[in-house]
């Protein structure tokens, strides 16, 4: 049932506006990263490495630099040195220093007055290599005679003795797990392998960036953050921060890649190089998904233990998972989202985080957790088939609760798994008959809900409109329900306010829309400032009406006495006080400056059938259901849209989605002719469900909705598969010849 199904006595909020953007969209007068021209600009193209692992022993750049129009050339020797941590590990990745890491890293870039011709000038510029051993798999990296990718990166937590590549160790738990099998009638040990997918946005990556020889810079970037990329283009250039302005465009889809930078501090150096004329570069889909993260490729072992009746008794997850050649796989995360649905008694999780010669990992849509969904959903279907027991019935035995100890740590407050599951249990989806070849799977996943650090200005126009100017790019509808959450608190029209993204110039720091975040995060603070602004608005009536501020109350969009005894004023409206607000004392606004506290976890639960073709391995998917709990949906059809674009992205990743290197370590499939994402002839209607369990932390009860959707998705087509075929795959994708392969496998068996 959708939230403006049963209103809870809101005017705005349950509603499905318009979106505010939509005119601009359709139209074409949206702005993204690649729309940006400057007086003057340069075009930047990047010489990048062919080999997957290999000494950079010259660079020549003479030939290049010869053509009339080349103006710049740069290479790691025009950075900074000294770096250390993350700042090197970005710098590196922005730009090879002594060994090109990845097939895709950059060891070049040029800057011309044309885009063909700074490509020409790109292919002049000579490079030298030496070849070195490569390693891609993460179970292949960590063997004895592996070659060490970056020997000594290891941070504090690696025990002396681990493999080379291993950089960082985690492990942590509850309960006492012996204890725990020993109680089960049934303990299951399995492995489970994903390999690394790309977010796929539609949008490559784009920049315009300004650099003089005073230090002072401007960047237009397509970014889900534009905080995080003048901090991160500072450190790397060696830059004052409050010297770099960034604004970001509109985004043609991030799903967490465009949180980090890949190739825009180039565009700086090669502005300053070339005497600070504006440098703009844009990636093409070969370089996308050559050199910008993909998430991580995965090897988990998930030991389980149940009872007949189905009570979990312990859990055990080992995940190793290579985030590229840089520390940063989300294999943290990922044990933290592992047994997150459960309530176990003894838990234990270990994690490695491996190097590869890849591109280093950037987040993607709760990163970690479609993978561990995936292992440990899948066990729990194994055991449900092996006992008999429902699906639905054991996840729900033992479902997280309110005051239930989570499995990577807190208790949990105000939940609403249970209500997911409840929900799809009764659907008619769960009902609907199957026929030959077709196969019935379900699986719950989670995500958590982050805050960060947040700064929001609201200001009251002169008309008594409102003006919102938050420093989170929308990238899923944010302006719509920011504006919404606003209108419904100010007491005016939908359309009386406008939400604005501005530049790093005109708020306080501003973590990037990540994390489930900015509905959440941004959201609070704008209820907050509106707050504000609206106390002032009382104090102003109450200043002309010589009573108590504490006497004038905000009801509707107006300024009220608060009872009888406070006087017989009639109300004085939105527009009435900032009308005149020049002479009662100046601007109206409110802000907030802060680390919005109350976040709350999401769950959600999928139920998929799929049709197999015995003869082929072809998999279709038949219907589609999501349940999740949005604590309360602002938009619904925002929120449906993101239930909707979390599942077709996890069908992918399930089905079709990886990175392919040949021998030589080099990827094979860097178009989307050959990285196959689904297209809408690949995919059924898929039904939502919005299941509301109002986060108590938030004014307006939201929770985060946009990353919990990939989770299930995995292991509800694999449990699919295995109920249509009888054939189990433990390796993602399930692509046609696998799913094949396992059928005559079953059947010669």
Not at 54 to 66: G, P, W
Not at 328 to 349: E, K, R, T
Not at 423 to 428: E, G, Q
Not at 511 to 531: I, M
Request: net charge negative; charged share 20%.
């Amino acid at each position: 049932m959708a939230k403006d199904e049963f209103n809870t006595g809101f005017k705005l909020v349950g509603t499905r506006p318009n979106r505010p953007d939509g005119l601009d969209k359709v139209t074409g007068r949206a702005r993204y990263g690649a729309d940006m021209t400057m007086p003057g600009m340069l075009w930047g193209a990047v010489v990048r490495s062919p080999h997957a692992h290999a000494r950079i022993k010259k660079i020549d750049a003479s030939k290049a630099l010869a053509l009339d129009g080349v103006k710049a050339v740069v290479t790691r020797a025009d950075f900074p040195t000294g770096l250390t941590g993350e700042d090197w590990n970005l710098q590196e990745n922005s730009m090879a220093g002594d060994v090109a890491l990845y097939d895709g890293h950059a060891v070049a870039a040029v800057a011309a007055t044309s885009a063909l011709l700074a490509q020409d000038a790109a292919a002049l510029i000579e490079v030298e290599y030496e070849v070195l051993p490569h390693v891609i798999d993460v179970d292949d990296a960590i063997k004895p005679d592996a070659p060490a990718i970056r020997p000594g990166s290891a941070d504090h937590s690696v025990p002396e003795g681990f493999p080379a590549n291993v950089v960082r160790y985690i492990d942590y738990g509850h309960g006492d797990l012996e204890a725990g099998f020993a109680a089960a009638d049934l303990v299951m040990e399995k492995t489970y392998l994903t390999e690394a997918t790309h977010q796929g946005y539609i949008e490559p990556q784009a920049c315009v960036g300004q650099l003089g020889a005073d230090g002072k810079g401007e960047m237009w970037v397509c970014t889900q953050g534009h905080w995080f990329i003048r901090q991160m283009c500072s450190a790397i250039l060696g830059l004052e921060v409050a010297q770099l302005r960034i604004t970001a465009s509109e985004i043609g889809g991030g799903f967490g890649g465009k949180t980090m930078v890949f190739m825009e501090p180039l565009s700086l150096a090669l502005s300053k190089k070339a005497g600070g004329r504006p440098v703009k570069l844009v990636m093409n889909r070969a370089e996308v998904l050559r050199a910008t993260g993909p998430t991580a490729s995965a090897s988990m072992d998930v030991k389980i233990g149940m009872t007949r009746d189905g009570r979990m008794t312990a859990g055990k997850a080992v995940f190793r998972m290579q985030g590229g050649a840089f520390p940063g796989a989300p294999v943290d995360s990922a044990l933290d989202c592992a047994f997150a649905n459960y309530d176990m008694p003894a838990v234990y999780h270990e994690g490695f985080d491996v190097l590869a010669n890849r591109p280093k990992a950037a987040a993607y849509r709760a990163p970690g957790s479609p993978m561990a969904a995936f292992a440990v959903e899948s066990l729990v279907d194994e055991m449900c088939r092996e006992l008999g027991l429902d699906p639905i019935d054991t996840r729900l035995k033992n479902a997280a609760r309110e005051g239930t100890k989570a499995s990577y740590g807190p208790t949990y407050n105000k939940i609403g798994l249970v209500e997911t599951l409840e929900a799809v249990k009764s659907h008619p989806n769960y009902a609907e008959p199957l026929g030959p070849n077709q196969g019935r799977g379900v699986a719950s996943g989670f995500w958590f809900n982050y805050n960060g650090d947040t700064a929001v200005s609201m200001a009251i126009a002169e008309d008594g409109t409102a003006q919102v100017s938050v420093g989170t790019p929308d990238i899923g509808g944010s302006r719509a329900s920011l504006a919404m959450m606003v209108g419904e608190t100010l007491g005016v029209p939908y359309e009386h306010v406008r939400v604005n993204v501005v530049e790093t110039g005109a708020l306080g720091i501003n973590e990037p829309t990540h994390g489930s975040r900015a509905t959440f995060a941004t959201g609070k603070a704008a209820v907050v400032a509106t707050e504000q602004a609206i106390a002032e608005m009382c104090r102003r009536a109450a200043a002309e009406w010589d009573i108590d501020p504490d006497a004038v109350e905000w009801i509707d969009g107006s300024a009220q006495p608060a009872g009888p005894n406070a006087g017989k004023f009639p109300p004085m409206k939105i527009g009435e006080i900032a009308g005149k607000m020049s002479t009662t004392g100046g601007p109206i606004a409110g802000h907030y400056e802060g680390f919005p506290d109350g976040v709350g976890v999401s769950f959600g639960t999928h139920v998929v059938d799929v049709e197999v073709d015995p003869e082929t391995g072809h998999t279709k998917i038949l219907r589609y259901l999501v349940a999740q709990d949005a604590g309360r949906a602002i938009h619904p059809a925002y929120v449906e849209g993101q239930f909707q674009g979390g599942a077709v992205q996890g069908i992918g990743w399930a089905l079709n989605e990886e990175y392919v290197y040949g021998e030589d370590g080099r990827l094979q499939n860097a178009t989307f002719l050959d990285y196959r994402v689904p297209v809408a002839s690949d995919l059924p209607k898929i039904d939502t469900v919005i299941v509301e369990v109002p986060n108590p932390g938030h004014p307006y009860g939201v929770r985060g909705v946009g990353e919990t959707g990939i989770a299930p998705p995995l292991p509800a087509i694999a449990n699919a598969v295995a109920a249509a075929t009888g054939q189990r795959l433990r390796h993602l994708p399930m692509t046609p010849v696998k799913v094949l392969e396992a059928i005559q496998a079953g059947q010669d068996g």
